[in-house]
């Protein structure tokens, strides 16, 4: 769940950023926020990663309120999401395998689960023989799906996607959309941040929309069609409590 109530956001230059936003996204959502440059997007996300915090009002996320948070609380917060970045942001020096393990070692995950995890989630999003490439060698489509992969390998109650469709073909835009939805069915939140309007209206998720730090608009949240079950990989996945 995430909910901002009466957020304002300014920042030193004077540059106000968010003002007055209300808003209420319930757990297993599919929200896209769009807006142009400037709109308080960027904002937005780092409020709810807690990389910011408001001048006023409250952000509650998965059930944190993030005012309260206390320095070392903020990582075991933030381990309840997934961010997947634009970049990628992967890590050369380390195969396809090791970037997807890598937040699971850190927080010395039994190596027998990491092996089970990593596994599945590669074969979920169709990178199974990749697992000892390197980002290098593997196209931007491939990147970015090995970047979804490591924001889902610990099983997380909310997908953050920061512009993940910008350095991608159109396709494959739409594969990523697709393989967001379909993980959105199994119950993890899926927020997503994007410019592309064409590719939202292919989608029949809740659009809410930014202006100059203002939501200007919500379509709500629709009833989300079925989609194609993704097998005995998605069960692997599962939800966060599974």
Do not use: C, W
């Amino acid at each position: 769940m995430i909910e901002f109530q009466n957020v304002y956001k300014t920042y030193n230059t004077g540059s106000h950023a968010l003002e007055d936003v209300n808003l209420h996204i319930d757990d297993g959502e599919f929200a896209f926020i769009v807006g142009a440059s400037g709109a308080g997007k960027s904002t937005f996300l780092k409020l709810i990663r807690r990389e910011e915090t408001p001048t006023s009002g409250e952000v509650i996320v998965n059930n944190y309120r993030l005012s309260r948070l206390k320095r070392k609380e903020i990582p075991y917060f933030r381990r309840t999401m997934g961010i997947v970045f634009q970049d990628f942001r992967l890590i050369n020096t380390m195969t396809v395998y090791d970037n997807v393990a890598f937040s699971m070692r850190v927080i010395g995950r039994p190596r027998k689960e990491i092996h089970r995890r990593v596994h599945a989630v590669l074969k979920l999003l169709d990178l199974q023989g990749k697992s000892n490439r390197y980002p290098l060698e593997l196209s931007g489509g491939e990147q970015q799906r090995v970047g979804l992969a490591r924001a889902l390998v610990n099983k997380p109650a909310l997908i953050i996607a920061d512009e993940p469709t910008g350095n991608v073909d159109p396709q494959m835009s739409h594969d990523i959309v697709e393989m967001l939805s379909q993980i959105n069915e199994h119950g993890t939140t899926v927020l997503m941040v994007t410019h592309e309007h064409e590719l939202v209206n292919q989608f029949n998720h809740r659009v809410i929309t930014l202006e100059k730090g203002h939501i200007v608009s919500d379509t709500g949240a629709p009833v989300r069609p079925a989609t194609v079950s993704l097998g005995s990989a998605a069960g692997e996945i599962g939800g966060v409590g599974e």
